[in-house]
């Protein structure tokens, strides 16, 4: 079954994007931990490269730089993401 975190993402989704849709699926607040799961479960980003999108965010999940920031390494990390078979 394909993930619609992977689908979004393979879309063209922005990890700022990526919490908003992960907030949603959390109501109870996104931890940052959980965050880091998966990205690496779904998405396939080894922990090494999600903890660096993670320095960006305070332990609420809140951002501590700027979206162009946060989104600018983000497009690094998930450059290679796409469909497959997840």
């Given at each position: 079954m394909k993930s619609r975190l992977r689908y979004e993402v393979a879309q063209g989704a922005t990890v700022t994007?990526?919490?908003?849709?992960l907030e949603e699926r959390f109501p109870e607040g996104?931890?940052?931990?959980?965050f880091l799961w998966i990205l690496q479960?779904?998405?396939g980003i080894p922990f090494t490269e999600s903890r660096r999108v993670l320095e960006y965010f305070d332990p609420e999940m809140k951002p501590t730089a700027s979206a162009e920031v946060i989104d600018d390494l983000g497009?690094?990390?998930?450059?290679?993401?796409?469909?497959?078979d997840s």
């Open positions: 994007d990526i919490v908003k849709i996104l931890r940052p931990m959980q479960e779904e998405l497009r690094s990390i998930l450059v290679n993401v796409t469909l497959g």
